[in-house]
Every structure is written in C-alpha cells, then in structure tokens.
C-alpha cells in the first residue's frame, strides 16, 4: 500500500495455496483505491479465477494480449484505444494465477506499458514505473508448453523472466515438495478398490443415484470426475450420456464434413461430432460474455437445443440458474498442431461431467472422483486433483493399471527447480 498511495512503483507476488486469503487480499487493495476513486485494474490468468475478482477480467482480453505471446510481442493497443488512458491512469495491477501463465505474457505487458508511460518520467522502469501485484501458487500446473520438456515449462514461468528480478515476494514461504517422480501413497479410505469395470465405479462414485438425480443442478454443479487426459475424458463422459434417458424432442447436431477433418481433436477446439442430450452438464471453451459469467470453464445444464443454437442454464454461485443462449461459432485451435489451420463451426461446448485435471484448475467442488488409469505426466497435476475439495470425504480415486488391477500408489511429478528463487 506504501507502493500504491506513493506511486513510487513496484513489482510484488504473493505465494499461496488455496485458501490462504489471496482473493481476500485483492478484495481488500482494490476496494480501498475504488473507495478513493482510483482506478485498481483485476485480472488473471484463468476465465473462471477471473469471476471472484472484484471487476475481474481475463489477462489476455484486458491488455489485448496475442495469441500465442512470442519473445518481443507487444499487446495489441493503439494510442487511439481508450483502454491507454485506462492503463495510464491505473495506480494498482492485481494479475491473479500468474503462474500459470508463459513468462511472455508479462514481457508483453511491460513492454506496452513503458510505451503507454512514454512522456513520463519513469517509463524507463519495470512496468512503466506501475505498481504491479502477482498471485498464485507454483505448485498447481505451470504454462502448458505443447510438446515441451521439463526443462521447456520450467524456463516458461514468470519466475524464468527477467521481471522476476524485480519481484519482492510475500512473507509466506512454501516448503518444497520431493523432487521428480515419486509414488505417493493414497490413504486407503479414499480408493476405490473393489471393482469390475473402472469407469463405471468411478461414476457411480461421483454421481450416486445419477437416474433420480440427473436434471438437477445442485445435484450436477458440485461434483466431477478428473482425469489426465482428453481420451479419458471422452471415454467417461460417453459413457455417462448413455445412462441418460433419451428425450426424444432433443435435436442432436452434427457437422458433416470430410472424414478425415471430422477426426481432428486437440485441446481448446470442440470434437467434431458433439454429443448431447437435454440435461447434460456442460463446460464453455470460449469467452463469449465475462460480464455474465460466460468464460471458458463455466458450466452449465443443456436445457433446450436447436439446429443453430443451445439453451442452458448456468451452474454455480454467480447467476445460478439463469438461461443463457449459445450459438454455433467458428473457431479454431490458437496454436495448430497440423500444417494447415483447421476451422470447425459448432457450439464452443464439452460434456463436463468428467474434465481434465489441467481444466479443473480454479473450480472448487463438493464431490470430486479422481481417476488414474495411467500416470499424470507434468508438474502439479496430483497436487490441483485434490485440492478441487475442502474435506477429505469430498474425493474418491480410482487407481490401477493396463489390467485393470488395483494400485494404492501413483506417481506424482514435481519440478523443484521452479521453486529454486521464490
């Protein structure tokens, strides 16, 4: 605060898992410069971890980030945009999640600002001479780097940048988790030990009485299943839709197109044949209104569906059960993992009754199954699976392996580099 009401600059983070009081805090600075009339700028890195911000705003839509962010990108404003004027007059930045984020987000930003703060006497300085707060916690996943190594994720976090060198760190400290791969005992009250067919055990331990219970929203917005991966994923969320009954007045689209192209899949891109049914329980992949609570993550219940458009109804504390619109909508995948760009025209929806664990990041459940058929394979993933819940009777984990016998152990990957200068 010292910082903030001196306008002197600066450049803070502060380290903390969930629960310590980092939303807390952001609530605290930024009403404590809006009751004086100045400007706190909210953001973070994540769509959902953005809505608990007071004003909150995704990183990249605030400051116009590029996608992808490359070593000398710039965010794209020009002088003539009224969100200079905004960044000028700004006396405080809260970036929430900062881990979380490619160390060139933040390169990006500082760049902007120094030319934003040019005719000031203290452009020269880190972020323009701004008063700048990151938040998050080194132990839940780092920048997802595509094909990357350990050492490609490690090299991309925040503190990999020449910003860090600036940072002055919160007084909680962290104790380091083991270095590597280590296998990690499950307490036995947690596993799902006796079964015949994995998948259905780890649904009918997530979603009891799911025939009675399936249309209801405060029976569905509490609970999920997380896996590693997107074939898991699919595997568990087909198999839950074909428990549903069906409706027989729901209209199931699909995209005819060349078989080959229809066959696509990759992360942040919705499959080609979308599978749906009135009551299902959805997740958006895109930013279509923050303001209204419709950001990639958001869940909702599908309660109508049209050739063109679904009808849904938000899940959780902010506008729970408002009904919401969502139309078809060309996207494509930000980086291509092909050689040519694909572009797929369907709703910017998955199935959510199943999620990766990299996508339950900053959702918080009553009822979580963890299912490990293979191996988590990048820093974090162990660790954000079972902090999606506050008790221990909220989590149930199902483990084993290709011949579908029970472990009692997993393997957990640390990168205890990345915790080397915090």
């Not at 306008?7 to 952001?26: D, E, P």
């Not at 004003?55 to 945009?81: M, W, Y």
């Not at 707060?133 to 997802?144: H, T």
């Not at 199902?398 to 915090?422: A, G, M």
Request: with cysteine; aromatic share 8%.
């Amino acid at each position: 605060m010292d910082a903030v009401i001196k306008q002197k600059g600066g450049v803070f983070f502060l380290h903390g898992y969930g629960g310590t009081g980092k939303t807390y805090m952001w609530r605290t600075l930024a009403s404590a410069l809006r009751s004086k009339h100045e400007i706190c700028l909210t953001v973070a890195t994540s769509g959902i971890t953005s809505l608990l911000l007071p004003g909150g705003r995704i990183a990249h839509s605030k400051f116009k980030l590029p996608v992808p962010c490359v070593e000398k990108s710039t965010c794209k404003i020009n002088f003539n945009d009224p969100s200079v004027g905004l960044l000028r007059e700004a006396k405080l930045i809260i970036w929430d999640e900062a881990p979380m984020a490619h160390k060139y987000c933040f390169e990006t930003l500082d760049r902007t600002l120094k030319d934003v703060m040019s005719n000031y006497s203290n452009s020269k300085t880190i972020f323009g001479g701004k008063v700048v707060i990151f938040g998050g916690d080194f132990r839940q996943i780092l920048p997802v780097v595509p094909g990357g190594s350990r050492s490609d994720i490690v090299h991309s976090t925040i503190n990999a940048s020449y910003i860090w060198h600036y940072v002055k760190i919160g007084e909680g400290r962290i104790s380091e988790p083991n270095d590597g791969y280590a296998n990690i005992d499950i307490p036995p009250e947690l596993l799902i030990t006796d079964f015949d067919d994995p998948i259905l055990a780890i649904v009918e331990s997530t979603y009891p009485d799911f025939l009675n219970c399936y249309q209801s929203c405060d029976y569905l917005k509490n609970r999920a299943i997380l896996a590693s991966t997107l074939d898991i994923v699919d595997t568990i969320n087909d198999h839950v839709l074909a428990m549903m009954p069906e409706i027989h007045d729901s209209n199931i689209l699909q995209v005819l197109s060349p078989k080959f192209l229809s066959s696509l899949r990759t992360s942040g891109l919705p499959n080609h044949h979308l599978k749906l049914k009135v009551g299902t329980p959805i997740m958006l992949m895109r930013n279509i209104d923050q303001s209204q609570g419709l950001c990639n993550g958001t869940r909702l219940i599908v309660t109508k569906m049209a050739a063109h458009v679904l009808e849904a109804k938000l899940m959780g504390d902010n506008n729970n059960g408002k009904v919401i619109y969502i139309p078809r909508m060309d996207m494509s995948p930000s980086q291509s993992p092909w050689p040519f760009k694909l572009s797929r025209h369907q709703f910017p929806v998955i199935v959510a009754y199943a999620m990766t664990i990299n996508k339950s990041q900053g959702q918080s459940l009553d009822w979580v199954g963890l299912y490990i058929p293979q191996d988590v394979f990048i820093h974090g993933q162990i660790y954000v699976a079972v902090s999606r819940v506050t008790t221990k009777r909220g989590i149930k984990i199902l483990i084993h392996d290709d011949k579908n016998i029970p472990k009692l152990s997993t393997c957990n990957v640390v990168y205890k580099e990345v915790f080397n200068n915090i």
